[in-house]
C-alpha cells in the first residue's frame, strides 16, 4: 500500500501521521475510527498554525476566476458600499466584488476569504430580479467579513449564533427569501 499526504503536512508531528494513518486504514477496511486519533487529528488541522499555512496555500495556488462587478442591471460595487454604510457604518474593507462566470441557482454566492472576494451568482444581474435581493444576497456574504468562520471543538463553524442574529436584522429578510424560493 502505498500513502501520499499534502504537502500541508510536511513537518507534522509523529502522533498526528500516525492518527492520519488509523483513521485512513479504518476507513479503507471499514473499522471504527478510534475518537483520541481522530480528536488528535482534528485539532492539528484546526491549529491558527495549520490554518494559517492553509490560507497561504490557497492564496498562492488557488485560482480564482474574477469577472467585473458592474452587470448589465446591477452594480456590485455600489451596492456593497450603500449596505456598508446602512448597515456596517461603512466600517467594512471592500474585498473584490463579481459576478460569477455562471447563472448558478445553487450557489448563489460566497465569500472567498483567501483572495478576499465576493462572488454572486449572475442569475441575479437581470431586470425581474428585485434589488432587495441582490442586497441580500450580498449582505449576508459581507456578515463573513464581520463574523469570520470559528473552529469550535475541531469543526468549522461558518454561520454561529452572531452572525444570524445579524442576518435577522436585515430589514427585508422576510421578502428576499420568498423571491429566493421561485429561482
Given at each position: 500500500?502505498?500513502?501520499?499526504?499534502?504537502?500541508?503536512?510536511?513537518?507534522?508531528?509523529?502522533?498526528?501521521?500516525?492518527?492520519?494513518?488509523?483513521?485512513?486504514?479504518?476507513?479503507?477496511?471499514?473499522?471504527?475510527?478510534?475518537?483520541?486519533?481522530?480528536?488528535?487529528?482534528?485539532?492539528?488541522?484546526?491549529?491558527?498554525?495549520?490554518?494559517?499555512?492553509?490560507?497561504?496555500?490557497?492564496?498562492?495556488?488557488?485560482?480564482?476566476?474574477?469577472?467585473?462587478?458592474?452587470?448589465?442591471?446591477?452594480?456590485?460595487?455600489?451596492?456593497?458600499?450603500?449596505?456598508?454604510?446602512?448597515?456596517?457604518?461603512?466600517?467594512?474593507?471592500?474585498?473584490?466584488?463579481?459576478?460569477?462566470?455562471?447563472?448558478?441557482?445553487?450557489?448563489?454566492?460566497?465569500?472567498?476569504?483567501?483572495?478576499?472576494?465576493?462572488?454572486?451568482?449572475?442569475?441575479?444581474?437581470?431586470?425581474?430580479?428585485?434589488r432587495?435581493a441582490?442586497?441580500?444576497?450580498?449582505?449576508?456574504?459581507?456578515?463573513h467579513?464581520?463574523?469570520?468562520?470559528?473552529?469550535?471543538?475541531?469543526?468549522?463553524?461558518?454561520?454561529?449564533?452572531?452572525?444570524?442574529?445579524?442576518?435577522?436584522?436585515?430589514?427585508?429578510?422576510?421578502?428576499?427569501?420568498?423571491?429566493?424560493?421561485?429561482?
Amino acid at each position: 500500500m502505498r500513502l501520499r499526504l499534502s504537502d500541508l503536512l510536511e513537518g507534522a508531528p509523529e502522533p498526528i501521521l500516525k492518527a492520519i494513518v488509523h483513521i485512513l486504514l479504518a476507513k479503507i477496511y471499514r473499522k471504527p475510527i478510534d475518537t483520541g486519533h481522530t480528536s488528535r487529528y482534528r485539532r492539528y488541522v484546526a491549529s491558527r498554525e495549520m490554518m494559517q499555512k492553509a490560507q497561504q496555500v490557497r492564496q498562492l495556488r488557488g485560482r480564482k476566476r474574477i469577472e467585473s462587478a458592474q452587470g448589465a442591471y446591477y452594480d456590485l460595487d455600489e451596492v456593497f458600499e450603500t449596505l456598508n454604510l446602512r448597515f456596517f457604518h461603512g466600517l467594512l474593507g471592500r474585498p473584490v466584488m463579481s459576478w460569477s462566470a455562471e447563472r448558478s441557482r445553487r450557489l448563489l454566492g460566497h465569500y472567498d476569504p483567501a483572495h478576499n472576494a465576493i462572488i454572486i451568482s449572475k442569475i441575479f444581474d437581470q431586470a425581474r430580479v428585485p434589488r432587495l435581493a441582490v442586497e441580500y444576497i450580498v449582505y449576508h456574504e459581507m456578515l463573513h467579513l464581520k463574523h469570520p468562520v470559528k473552529m469550535r471543538g475541531g469543526r468549522r463553524c461558518v454561520h454561529g449564533k452572531e452572525f444570524r442574529e445579524d442576518e435577522e436584522a436585515f430589514p427585508y429578510l422576510q421578502e428576499a427569501r420568498l423571491f429566493l424560493k421561485t429561482l
